[in-house]
Nanobody, 126 residues
Framework: QVQLVESGGGLVQAGGSLRLSCAAS????????MGWFRQAPGKEREFVAA????????SYVDFVKGRFTISRDNAKNTVFLQMNSLKPEDTAVYYC???????????????????WGQGTQVTVSS
């Protein structure tokens, strides 16, 4: 059974930083790309960042480029999202996800992912 467990969310002031972690089990982690998405109240879930199975390729949505960094540690079956220069508009529940297809490059659409974590709340105060 695939499980994804996020941690690291919390309340931070604008301009601050948080590091999210997502621990995966139930699949050979190193064979799969990983993604981070977020969902704010009243809005649809949106893509934030993704990383290829090897970690060699990454992609970000425009509004986090230069502020967020996705990385992974395949030895620890964990993917990270380092978030710097946080803004109030970054407030959302953040989810990690694993796609159904092995060895895929970075993937952007939620439909390409079949397992999701429970989410971790990030709140940025102004």
């Amino acid at each position: 059974q695939v499980q994804l467990v996020e941690s690291g969310g919390g309340l931070v002031q604008a301009g601050g930083s948080l590091r999210l972690s997502c621990a995966a089990s139930g699949r050979t982690f190193s064979r799969y790309a990983m993604g981070w998405f977020r969902q704010a109240p009243g809005k649809e879930r949106e893509f934030v960042a993704a990383i290829s199975w090897s970690g060699g390729s990454t992609s970000y949505v425009d509004f986090v480029k230069g502020r967020f960094t996705i990385s992974r540690d395949n030895a620890k079956n964990t993917v990270f999202l380092q978030m710097n220069s946080l803004k109030p508009e970054d407030t959302a529940v953040y989810y990690c996800a694993i796609p159904w297809k092995e060895s895929a490059p970075v993937l952007f659409h939620p439909s390409e992912y079949d397992y999701w974590g429970q989410g971790t709340q990030v709140t940025v105060s102004s």
